[in-house]
Every structure is written in C-alpha cells, then in structure tokens.
C-alpha cells in the first residue's frame, strides 16, 4: 500500500507502482491522505515481512534508503504481506 499526498504524490506514487510490479509485486495499492509525512517511509506490521520491507526501503528510496519502521505491535494487525510505504 503506497499512501502518498493528495496534493503532489500521485505521480510519485505511480512511479513506485511501476518500479514494485516490474520487480515482481503481485498487488499494489495506492491511497491519497489528506497530511505528508515528514520523510519516506516503509512499514511492516509482521516479523516474517522485516526482510522484503528492507528491501522494498533500499528500492523505493530514491538515491537514500527510506525509513523502515517496524509496527508489530500495531492492532489491529493487516493481513500477512501488508507492507506501507508513506511518500512525504
């Protein structure tokens, strides 16, 4: 899930969409908020996604790694897989 502003991330967003499916994403999501975040980031929400959330951070980071933040402690936890990437 690929949450970007509502005023300037969309392009952005697509972008990313493009990078993740070519490289083997088999579903990706977008979601305009209506607040940025200060700076990228990626989150997991189970262990077993720690590793492909590093990766996903170390691709999506536009020449910098974007934060990976771990929320396995989030409740009500998403689906197994679900990894969020956040666009400032």
Known sequence: MIHYPERGGYERSEELVRLLRAAGTAEVETRPVRYSVERQS??????????VSGIIGDMVGG??????????????????????????
């Open 63 to 88: 020449g910098g790694r974007a934060t990976v933040s771990d929320f396995t402690h989030f409740q009500p936890s998403p689906r197994n897989g679900t990894v969020e990437i956040w666009l400032p």
């Open 42 to 51: 990626v989150r997991y929400f189970h262990a077993a996604d720690r590793d």
